[in-house]
């Protein structure tokens, strides 16, 4: 028979605080195995978890890709402010938190349809209709 030392994996001079730590992870170790071995030994518990990490992947790569654009966005909206074509406090606001606030971001950096008027001397880019 082996030693019960050399099975918990812990030396001949271990504590009982040692012994009963080492037992505790390799029981949880355990129970984590026998949890995936359930879900994958059932089929449709199986079928179902793939869906789910086939989705899971999806909307990590739509993040992704939706995060890059908000860069784009960001450095658009930059590029305009050095041009002076952004005039609003908020929108500034907003450009220098960048990611912090992502849904403020994205509203106010949006472009809204305008029109140029000549009472004001507006331009086309910084006048909202």
Request: net charge positive; with cysteine; aromatic share 6%.
């Amino acid at each position: 028979a082996r030693c019960p030392y050399e099975i918990l994996g812990v030396s001949d001079f271990a504590t009982n605080k040692d012994i009963q730590s080492t037992f505790d992870n390799i029981k949880q170790a355990f129970d984590t195995k026998k949890e995936a071995y359930e879900l994958l030994s059932d089929a449709d518990k199986q079928r179902a978890y793939d869906h789910q990490k086939a989705n899971d992947k999806k909307l990590k790569r739509k993040i992704e890709q939706l995060e890059k654009e908000l860069e784009c966005e960001k450095k658009s909206c930059i590029e305009d402010e050095k041009k002076g074509r952004i005039k609003d406090d908020k929108e500034l606001a907003v450009i220098r938190i960048g990611h912090k606030d992502r849904n403020a971001f994205w509203r106010l950096c949006k472009r809204e349809p305008t029109r140029s008027t000549k009472r004001d001397g507006g331009d086309a880019t910084t006048d909202k209709i």
